[in-house]
């Protein structure tokens, strides 16, 4: 089965820290982009960072540049996104996406290719104040 599952969301104080994982089951991350986005109610979903295929490099929007970093354990098929120094502006429901590319985009519209993208449920992240 092609899945790919978010974890690791939840309540969180301002100034903290959260580790969320993206993790994908039959098929591997090796061929793909990998993106995060946010969506927040009433908002359009923003692109938060993404991981290239070609050369591992990264982009970040400018949001969420300096304090967060997306990267690759250990297990392939694992891609994270650490977030510091939280704020209120970030909680949102937070997707990973996987497309069948060299290199990633924070655009939604990047992942939605019917045969090679995928995209998780979400995972919520809430900051209070």
């Known amino acids: 089965e092609v899945q790919l599952v978010e974890s690791g969301g939840g309540l969180v104080q301002a100034g903290g820290s959260l580790r969320l994982s993206c993790a994908a089951s039959g098929f591997s991350f090796d061929d793909y982009a990998i993106g995060w986005f946010r969506q927040a109610p009433g908002k359009e979903r923003e692109g938060v960072s993404c991981?290239?295929?070609?050369?591992?490099?990264?982009d970040y929007a400018d949001s969420v540049k300096g304090r967060f970093t997306i990267s690759s354990g250990y297990g392939k098929n694992t891609v994270y996104l650490h977030m510091n120094t939280l704020n209120p502006e970030d909680t949102a429901v937070y997707y990973c996406?996987?497309?069948?590319?060299?290199?990633?985009?924070?655009?939604?519209?990047?992942?939605?290719?019917?045969?090679?993208?995928?995209w998780g449920q979400g995972t919520q992240v809430t900051v209070s104040s």
């Open positions: 991981i290239s295929k070609s050369d591992g490099s990264t």
């Open positions: 996406a996987a497309v069948l590319r060299w290199e990633c985009s924070l655009g939604a519209d990047f992942y939605s290719d019917r045969e090679s993208a995928y």
